[in-house]
């Protein structure tokens, strides 16, 4: 059963930084593609990045690019979102996701709120 746990949310300034990560288990995690989506109030899903098994590639939304780094600890079985120049538009709730495809409901965790506010 794929048990996705995510981490690290709450409050931040504009400018600030937060670091979220995720507890995977219940897969292969280290032969896995694993993602980031989020969720702002009133929108839908969103694609925030994505992390080769390897960590060899790595994909970025427009909005997040040279600002957000996605990054994995494969003998950990941890997935990382590292949030820098926070702004008020990150505010939302982010997802850890198995794989690429933000479809399947069952492929992602519960989510951590991430508030970006003055």
């Known amino acids: 059963q794929v048990q996705l746990v995510e981490s690290g949310g709450g409050l931040a300034q504009p400018g600030g930084s937060l670091r979220l990560s995720c507890a995977a288990s219940g897969f292969s995690f280290g032969d896995t593609y694993m993602s980031w989506a989020r969720q702002a109030p009133g929108k839908g899903l969103e694609w925030v990045a994505l992390?080769?098994?390897?960590?060899?590639?790595?994909n970025y939304a427009d909005a997040v690019k040279g600002r957000f780094t996605i990054s994995r600890d494969n003998l950990r079985n941890t997935l990382y979102l590292q949030m820098n120049g926070l702004k008020p538009e990150d505010t939302g709730l982010y997802y850890c996701?198995?794989?690429?495809?933000?479809?399947?409901?069952?492929?992602r965790g519960q989510g951590t709120q991430v508030t970006v506010s003055s």
């Open positions: 992390i080769g098994a390897a960590s060899a590639i790595t």
């Open positions: 996701v198995k794989g690429v495809r933000l479809t399947d409901p069952a492929s």
